[in-house]
């Protein structure tokens, strides 16, 4: 089954939180009150988002974390890349050259473009969209050129 990890859902909820105040900086406390996920958690996972740039901070009495840059251009994959990596269906998809297979392998080529499409399904889904201040809805995008997977017959036609 394809999963995002409870950090990554958690992730999200700060980043909802940060974006329904984005002129605001808010503090890892407040955060954990707003939003019901524990305060470890939550100091954890700024620093995370930080470290991937969808986050700024500011030390001092008036610092705190806020949004970089607006939630209509945060998306679905860049939150999960920061907490998880890069998304990575087989070990070929993320780590090329890794599997020991790879060189006689028939269907890693289609697991790649596969991956490829989901990655660029998440893309175009932004934190807006999630947090449901974009109230268009999240739909699939048209994957034509990144999934074409040839189909080979092995029985009888």
Same mark, same amino acid.
């Given at each position: 089954?394809?999963?995002?990890?409870?950090?990554?859902?958690?992730?999200? +909820?700060?980043?909802?939180?940060? =974006?329904?105040?984005?002129? #605001?900086? $808010?503090?890892?406390?407040? @955060?954990? /009150?707003?939003? *019901? +996920?524990?305060?470890?958690?939550? =100091?954890?996972?700024?620093? #995370?988002? $930080?470290?991937?740039?969808? @986050?700024? /901070?500011?030390? *001092?009495?008036?610092?705190?974390?806020?949004?970089?840059?607006?939630?209509?251009?945060?998306?679905?994959?860049?939150?999960?890349?920061?907490?998880?990596?890069?998304?990575?269906?087989?070990?070929?998809?993320?780590?090329?050259?890794?599997?020991?297979?790879?060189?006689?392998?028939?269907?890693?080529?289609?697991?790649?473009?596969?991956?490829?499409?989901?990655?660029?399904?998440?893309?175009?889904?932004?934190?807006?969209?999630?947090?449901?201040?974009?109230?268009?809805?999240?739909?699939?995008?048209?994957?034509?050129?990144?999934?074409?997977?040839?189909?080979?017959?092995?029985?009888?036609?």
């Amino acid at each position: 089954m394809l999963r995002i990890s409870k950090l990554t859902d958690y992730a999200t +909820v700060v980043l909802a939180c940060l =974006a329904d105040a984005p002129a #605001e900086r $808010h503090s890892a406390a407040d @955060v954990a /009150s707003r939003t *019901g +996920v524990a305060p470890p958690t939550v =100091a954890k996972l700024l620093k #995370e988002l $930080h470290k991937s740039g969808l @986050v700024r /901070s500011t030390r *001092g009495a008036r610092g705190g974390y806020a949004l970089a840059r607006p939630a209509a251009s945060i998306s679905a994959a860049e939150i999960i890349d920061a907490v998880e990596g890069p998304v990575g269906l087989t070990e070929c998809s993320s780590h090329p050259g890794q599997c020991e297979i790879e060189g006689s392998c028939r269907v890693g080529g289609a697991w790649q473009r596969v991956n490829d499409a989901i990655r660029y399904a998440l893309g175009e889904v932004k934190l807006t969209q999630l947090t449901g201040a974009d109230a268009r809805p999240i739909r699939a995008p048209n994957l034509r050129g990144h999934l074409e997977v040839p189909v080979i017959w092995r029985g009888r036609v």
